[in-house]
């Protein structure tokens, strides 16, 4: 069964604090994995796509890496503005395009 | 250029009760999703559509009907509404595998 965990479930950071969230999967045949950010009240926003281990994507603060079991999104100095819900979610086999998500990572940066 | 437009954005029903929910889409994406969102849950897929006039069964789709008559709406009805779908529904697009969804902003449904 395709499943995908995030860890921790919240994070507290001070502004200038870097740390690292984690996204762990299980999935036959990986299509790609997404992490798209949500801030409160809003639909998913989309981040980045990582297709095969090894792939690293970055975007201003933000940076994604993908392994065989697992993805981390490292943030550097972050920003209040950062503070949002994180969520990673897989593709497996099929072609449907069908998302598993994992339960998110709540951020909160302070000033 | 609006993306994904979802219909209405609250709603309040009583037990029992039908809805649709109406997700529009401007950018001429194939692929089409409902999902909902519970706290500690994630997302979860409801049903889904791989192109117009087609329709298929998601992860939780119990209590739940879809239609794609037109490819650029896909509509989500409840029946006869129940207190467990109190929930936020999210319609997502996208081209076609291994593409990014696009979401919608949401729909915030409360069954008392």
């Known amino acids: 069964e395709d499943q995908v965990t995030q860890s921790p479930e919240a994070l507290r950071l001070q502004e200038g604090e870097s740390s690292s969230l984690n996204c762990s999967y299980t999935v036959s045949g990986l299509r790609g994995l997404f992490w798209y950010r949500q801030d409160p009240g809003k639909g998913p926003e989309f981040l980045f796509t990582l297709y095969s281990a090894g792939e690293e994507k970055e975007k201003e603060r933000l940076k994604a890496t993908l392994t065989k079991k697992e993805s981390f999104l490292h943030i550097t100095a972050p920003k209040p503005e950062d503070s949002a819900t994180y969520l990673c979610?897989?593709?497996?086999?099929?072609?449907?395009?069908?998302?598993?998500f994992g339960q998110g990572t709540t951020l909160q940066v302070k000033p | 250029n609006a993306g994904v437009t979802q219909t209405p954005k609250f709603r309040v029903l009583k037990t029992g009760q039908s809805m649709t929910l109406l997700c529009a889409q401007d950018?001429?994406?194939?692929?089409m999703y409902w999902y909902r969102q519970d706290p500690g849950m994630g997302l979860r897929l409801i049903h889904y559509s791989v192109g117009e006039g087609t329709t298929a069964k998601g992860e939780v789709p119990d209590g739940y009907n879809v239609s794609r008559l037109k490819k650029q709406n896909f509509l989500l009805g409840l029946e006869s509404a129940a207190p467990s779908q109190t929930s936020v529904y999210f319609c997502?697009?996208?081209?076609?595998?291994?593409?990014?969804?696009?979401f919608g902003q949401g729909t915030r449904l409360t069954v008392v």
């Open positions: 979610a897989v593709q497996g086999s099929s072609n449907t395009g069908k998302l598993i």
């Open positions: 950018m001429n994406h194939e692929y």
């Open positions: 997502a697009s996208m081209t076609g595998p291994d593409t990014e969804a696009f």
